[in-house]
């Protein structure tokens, strides 16, 4: 019974499906902005960064790592000062369902 139970848990650990997020990104002079948003019928949990370019070419990013429930979606920010302003935003986010 506990090597069923044992080799269920595997099987489902092994189960799960990572796929790469298809975020939405805004950019405008104070905050990058990415959008994830849950589609399925089934709650996930995605974790990533996002960053955004100044225009003296730092990089800033922010980590992140929330559960979006099923229909759901969450924001991630990225901010600056008036004396950098941003250029360029992008993001690298996995999702697992």
């Not at 790469?20 to 974790?47: D, G, I, K, R």
């Amino acid at each position: 019974m506990k090597l069923k139970s044992l080799v269920l848990g595997a099987l489902m650990a092994l189960s799960t499906t990572s796929v790469f997020a298809n975020a939405y990104v805004t950019v405008n002079s104070l905050q990058v902005t990415a959008e994830v948003v849950n589609n399925s019928y089934s709650p996930m949990v995605c974790s990533g960064r996002v960053y955004g370019q100044t225009s003296s070419g730092l990089i800033l990013n922010a980590w992140f790592s929330q559960v979006i429930p099923a229909g759901g979606y969450r924001y991630a920010y990225v901010y600056t000062n008036l004396y950098g302003q941003f250029t360029n935003g992008w993001s690298d986010i996995v999702c697992n369902y």
